[in-house]
């Protein structure tokens, strides 16, 4: 059921979300159920233990947009639309939240449930770790195809989809380079490991270099720099944790590594939470969403518009005759929008959580290391990428990283010798 679903993200990055999500929630359901079914007592307890180290992480965001749903007692919470509303309706009595949009704001609570019962559906189910193998091939096919099917398409068809695909497409390489990584594993791990390398690590290792050239081929055709200065990044770090396992060194350098990589990358992207400086990373952004965000962000107050709410949003700040969707320029910008400015710092804080989580347990771990370092690289690049385009709000590209951050949780324990 995993691997379905997987093979539903390059279908939900080209078609439209709105008809994708309700396909698939019900195949979310079906696959946590088997998930819980047919993994062991062991396995059941071993990942609820780890998943209670990410408690707040989980619950913050579900707390948050309940508030924003439930009607607020306190007027100095509610968003402004409301009071204008109750007053051109002649209805004192209506009730105010701060989402501009409840429905949406529903909407968007039920779909995080989704994507986290995905994470506790591939914590479950990779335990096993010919599993784990398994589900790193198709993500790493899924998320490769996309960057194949826009090279191989028209570029006016995909114009649409083109910044999913920039993420996609970064996923992809990081994903790739996990495979190559682990066919060398399994051979200098082999009990008889001599060159020339077998045929189907040759193989894999042959792939692995065709999915990152198509991956890197598509982040170029769509002009994205700031992706593939992402893209670099994360090799760089999973390459540094394969250097320092292979030395032996454990979790004091992977602290260090993980101080210079936060003050290299967390300095100048807090900055930018704080001020405008959010609508200048998104340079590949239209004039027309540029010129939304800006008046959205102005008006719009600390506690957020409600979180899936921009649509509204958008057709409130649009110019008088403009007609069609508008993508917010980023992701951060939509979070600061919907979810309030200081959201940007607290959820900034719980992918720093997961990331330090994956990068200690690639470090630790002995020659599945490659899954921690992944997820932990997914997550470096999916934050920072995130203030410069908009994919991570997409259902295909939070599916691939979904599992991509499973996996990494569910490989982070385990034997740690290196043999």
């Not at 790493?140 to 570029?155: D, N, Q």
């Not at 682990?182 to 045929?199: G, K, Q, T, Y």
């Amino acid at each position: 059921m995993l691997v379905a679903l997987l093979a539903t993200a390059p279908v939900a990055v080209i078609a439209n979300d709105g008809y994708v999500q309700p396909a698939i929630l019900p195949l979310i359901a079906l696959t946590l159920a088997f998930a819980a079914t047919f993994a062991t007592s062991p396995e059941i307890a071993l990942a609820k233990q780890t998943l209670k180290r990410f408690a707040v992480a989980i619950l913050v965001p579900i707390v948050w947009m309940i508030v924003q749903i439930i009607p607020s007692p306190a007027s100095s919470l509610t968003n402004p639309i409301w009071s204008s509303t109750a007053i051109a309706l002649n209805a004192p009595s209506l009730s105010g939240h701060i989402s501009i949009d409840p429905g949406a704001t529903l909407h968007s609570l039920v779909w995080y449930l989704a994507v986290l019962a995905v994470i506790v559906s591939t914590v479950l189910v990779t335990k096993d770790r010919r599993r784990a193998e398994l589900t790193l091939l198709i993500l790493t096919a899924a998320a490769t195809l996309v960057a194949l099917a826009f090279l191989l398409g028209r570029a006016d068809q995909l114009a649409t989809t083109s910044g999913t695909a920039a993420l996609m497409a970064l996923l992809g390489a990081l994903a790739n380079g996990a495979v190559i990584t682990m066919a060398v594993e399994r051979h200098l791990n082999h009990s008889d490991a001599i060159f020339p390398v077998s045929a189907p690590r040759l193989l894999q290792m042959l792939l692995g270099v065709c999915g990152i050239a198509v991956s890197v081929g598509a982040i170029v055709a769509l002009g994205q720099r700031q992706l593939l200065s992402l893209t670099g990044l994360g090799f760089a770090l999973m390459l540094i944790v394969a250097v320092m396992r292979r030395l032996g060194l454990r979790p004091w350098p992977a602290t260090i590594l993980a101080v210079i990589l936060i003050a290299a990358t967390g300095a100048g992207l807090a900055r930018s939470a704080a001020s405008t400086d959010l609508l200048r990373l998104a340079e590949s952004s239209t004039d027309e969403s540029l010129a939304i965000a800006q008046r959205a962000l102005s008006g719009s107050p600390w506690v957020g518009n409600g979180v899936g709410s921009f649509a509204e949003i958008s057709r409130i700040y649009r110019d008088f005759g403009s007609s069609g969707p508008v993508m917010p320029p980023s992701t951060a910008v939509s979070v600061a929008i919907e979810w309030g400015r200081p959201a940007l710092l607290v959820l900034a804080a719980l992918a720093l959580q997961l990331f330090l989580f994956n990068l200690r347990g690639a470090v630790g771990r002995g020659r599945d290391s490659f899954f921690a370092s992944l997820a932990a690289a997914g997550v470096l690049c999916a934050v920072c990428a995130s203030f410069v385009e908009p994919s991570l709000l997409t259902s295909g590209a939070q599916i691939v990283l979904a599992v991509m951050i499973g996996l990494g949780i569910s490989q982070s324990t385990g034997r740690t010798s290196a043999a």
